[in-house]
């Protein structure tokens, strides 16, 4: 029997006997998604670890990356501690529209989101923008540069969030429209 046990063990690598608590504190400290994502594929225990390391981040950030309305919300709708959200434009990184803010705020970290950046998502309007602004509460520092909003989200945004301290907004003009 003691030999049956030795052979698991020396067939079974170190890293495997770790318990998923252990595994999702090392995969927080990974702070790239496509390395977090080819781990999760490795075994049902590391997407566990995966899955549980999402939860404890605080601050997530998809510059550069490729990520569309579910991708993005299916990230955020796992990260229960998330406290500031990056979601940029950068050459052809993000493309997140009115539907993806929707998503975004129907999930449990939407009233703790205290930073939201949405640089250059040109998908985003006045429709995305009020309904996730509705939600985050506790939001004190906002970055809607190159999005397509109107007066509407910023009545949304005067009256919905009471602690902002920084908000900073440049407005892209619908080139069809001419005055």
Same mark, same amino acid.
């Given at each position: 029997?003691?030999?049956?046990?030795?052979?698991?063990?020396?067939?079974?690598?170190?890293?495997?006997?770790?318990?998923? &608590?252990?595994?999702?504190?090392? %995969? %927080?400290?990974?702070? /790239? %998604?496509? @390395? +977090?994502? =080819?781990?999760?594929?490795?075994?049902?225990?590391?997407?566990?670890?995966?899955?549980?390391? +999402?939860? =404890?981040?605080?601050?997530?950030? #998809?510059?550069?990356?490729?990520?569309?309305? &579910?991708?993005?919300?299916?990230?955020?709708?796992?990260?229960?501690?998330?406290?500031?959200? &990056? !979601?940029?434009?950068?050459?052809?990184?993000?493309?997140?529209?009115?539907?993806?803010?929707?998503?975004?705020?129907?999930?449990?970290?939407?009233?703790?989101?205290?930073?939201?950046?949405?640089?250059?998502?040109?998908?985003?309007? @006045?429709?995305?923008?009020?309904?996730?602004?509705?939600?985050?509460?506790?939001?004190?520092?906002?970055? !809607?540069?190159?999005? #397509?909003?109107?007066?509407?989200?910023?009545?949304?945004?005067?009256? /919905?969030?009471?602690? +902002?301290?920084?908000?900073?907004?440049? #407005?892209?003009?619908?080139? %069809?429209?001419?005055?």
């Amino acid at each position: 029997m003691r030999e049956e046990e030795e052979e698991v063990e020396e067939g079974e690598a170190e890293i495997d006997r770790l318990p998923v &608590d252990v595994l999702a504190h090392c %995969f %927080f400290m990974i702070p /790239s %998604f496509a @390395d +977090l994502a =080819r781990a999760s594929g490795v075994c049902r225990k590391w997407k566990r670890g995966v899955k549980l390391s +999402l939860g =404890r981040r605080e601050r997530l950030s #998809f510059v550069g990356l490729k990520m569309d309305d &579910d991708s993005t919300a299916r990230v955020v709708r796992r990260a229960y501690a998330l406290r500031e959200l &990056d !979601i940029l434009k950068i050459c052809w990184g993000c493309h997140i529209t009115d539907e993806g803010l929707y998503i975004i705020s129907l999930t449990n970290c939407a009233a703790k989101l205290m930073s939201i950046s949405l640089l250059g998502m040109t998908g985003v309007t @006045d429709q995305g923008v009020v309904k996730l602004i509705a939600r985050a509460t506790a939001l004190q520092h906002l970055n !809607i540069v190159s999005t #397509f909003i109107t007066d509407e989200s910023l009545y949304a945004i005067a009256n /919905s969030c009471p602690h +902002l301290k920084c908000c900073t907004i440049i #407005f892209l003009q619908n080139r %069809f429209q001419y005055k």
